[in-house]
């Protein structure tokens, strides 16, 4: 049984002057309970727009989503808040935590939302932070700890209320190759250790070559999907064709910028 299914998926952007774009058509994926799915493609190619609908952050011009056998893409405003703030755990590239609060904070962002208890709170931070080895940096503020540590403090928050999926999108973006390495362990410890199901988009070869499957999009179709065997180094040589056979920008602008 998938825990999630698109079937479908079309999303056009709209312009004021009446251009329209076509970022992704008559998409159709379905993703194992426990399965750490990767997103790549070049640049432009759709990979953002799928996960933003996949993750609920968008609604399609047509088709549908379904969660956990709930159809989203159907739900209320209000109902899909509710479906987001505890089904659902988002990394960014950026990290997107708050200044103005601690690591610590941030990372129990998710449980004062959905109104837990205090010691209930303390006792999951304990938990996760001990997970991804940040136990000791909760108390501290954002610019006093480094963007490996920033992460991992992202995926706390992200799993820290149990969400039936996570969703990264270049989770290793603004990272060096270090960090980059500690991240996607963190996430792969995550995903065989509490089968937390995960969908990542990366432009990151070695970072894809984590996962256990990576699909690839062009001009917003599917172009092909690989699995991982039992060896990540020659999966990540696999990863490596695919790309050359797409072709393409695959550095998004971003990752330019900041490496
Ligand atoms: N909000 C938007 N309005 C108009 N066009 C957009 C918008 N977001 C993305 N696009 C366009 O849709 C295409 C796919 O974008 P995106 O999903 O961000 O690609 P990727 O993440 O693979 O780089 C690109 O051509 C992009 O310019
Ligand atoms: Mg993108």
Known sequence: MPILTAA????????????????????????DKGEFLGIMGPSGSGKTTLLNLL???????????TINQTTVTNLTKNK????????TGFIFQDYNLLETLTVGENIMLPLTLNKWKVKEMTKRLKLVTEQLGIEDITEKRIF?????????????RAIIHDPTIIYADEPTGNLDSKASRQVMESLQFLNQEKKT????????????????????????RMFNEIHKGDNRQRFFQDILNVQSLLGGNMDDFHSIRFK
């Open 8 to 31: 479908n998926l079309t999303k056009i952007y709209g312009s004021k002057r009446g251009i329209h774009h076509e970022a992704l058509h008559q998409f159709h994926l379905s993703v």
């Open 55 to 65: 993750s609920t952050i968008d609604t399609p011009t047509s088709g549908a989503v």
């Open 80 to 87: 899909l808040a509710t479906f987001r703030r505890k089904e």
């Open 144 to 156: 006093e700890v480094s963007g490996g540590q920033l992460q991992r403090a992202a995926i706390a």
């Open 197 to 220: 199901t995960t969908i990542m988009v990366t432009h990151d070869p070695f970072a894809a070559s984590f996962c256990g499957r990576v699909i690839f999009i062009k001009d917003g």
